[in-house]
């Protein structure tokens, strides 16, 4: 979102499904220029460059008006699960995300990083080699469900369904699909299961299932899937809508 509409969502009758701004860690300079004293800004820093930046992260976060909710640490090709992650910060710090490689080093890393560590799915990006297909993001839901490790995803779900970006031909994934992915792993599906449910892009039969997700395993399922990253606030809140998901106060006008 542009630097200085951070607030908006957190101000709005939406606001408990808006999760902190995402900045990667050469931000945070700039960041501080814009930021009013007090602000308490939810911030989550992504760290692409892999751990060794994180103190300076935590020292700078500290310094700032934010409340550093997470970081999100690149594994770089070659490194290993126990060279990927520091520890996890005491009760009360910022949650720790890895990303999982899409290469042969996935499942060490959903087993083997340390316990409390969270996993971050990268499920798009400006390539179509950067969009994973149903069976590899089920094989890694299966592998994080498996080894009791939640997380995240990001990039390329701006929409709820799974389909093909008009713009760019991206085959891209659809949040809802992976949230029905996880229910299915969790009671017991396969990753053959979750990639049909990955693969599924009606609309219609998305949102039933989901419709059908009682309490439970709806609180359950988002236990595992905490979160995923968008840079738009909107399009997936517009998708909820049109899906009849979710609904806008009566007294609500258009979304920004």
């Known amino acids: 979102m542009p630097p200085r509409s951070w607030g908006k969502p957190h101000g709005t009758w939406y606001a408990a499904l808006a999760g902190p701004l ?4 050469g931000l945070l300079d700039a960041l501080a220029a814009l930021l009013p ?6 911030l989550s820093v992504t760290l692409p460059g892999g751990p060794q930046g994180l103190p300076r992260v935590l020292d700078r976060a500290a310094a700032l008006p934010v409340r550093l ?11 290993a699960p126990d060279g990927a992650a520091v520890a996890p910060p005491p009760t009360g710090g910022p949650d720790v995300y ?3 490689p899409r290469d042969d080093r996935r499942d060490a890393f959903l087993t083997g990083l340390p316990a409390g560590v969270l996993a971050k799915f990268r499920t798009g990006g400006v390539r179509a080699d950067l969009h994973p297909g149903e069976d590899e993001l089920a094989a890694g839901l299966a592998g994080a469900v498996a080894a009791g490790r939640p997380f995240k995803a990001t990039a390329g779900l701006h929409h709820a369904v799974r389909h093909s970006d008009p713009a760019t031909g991206f085959e891209q994934h659809g ?4 949230l029905l992915a996880t229910d299915a792993l969790l009671r017991g599906g396969t990753a053959a299961d979750a990639a049909a449910l990955l693969a599924e892009r009606a609309g219609a039969v998305v949102a039933g299932r989901v419709h059908d997700l009682d309490a439970a395993r709806v609180d359950r399922a988002r236990a595992a899937f905490r979160s995923f990253g968008t ?3 909107t399009d997936p809140l517009t998708d909820l809508i049109h899906l009849g998901v979710c609904t806008a106060p009566p007294t609500e006008g258009a979304l920004p």
Do not use: Q, R, Y
């Open 37 to 42: 004293p007090g602000a308490a800004l939810p």
């Open 22 to 25: 995402v900045v990667h860690d």
């Open 231 to 233: 840079c738009s606030i």
């Open 98 to 100: 890895v990303e999982i």
């Open 175 to 178: 949040f809802l699909n992976v």
């Open 69 to 79: 909710v997470s970081v999100e640490i690149a594994a770089p090709a070659g490194t």
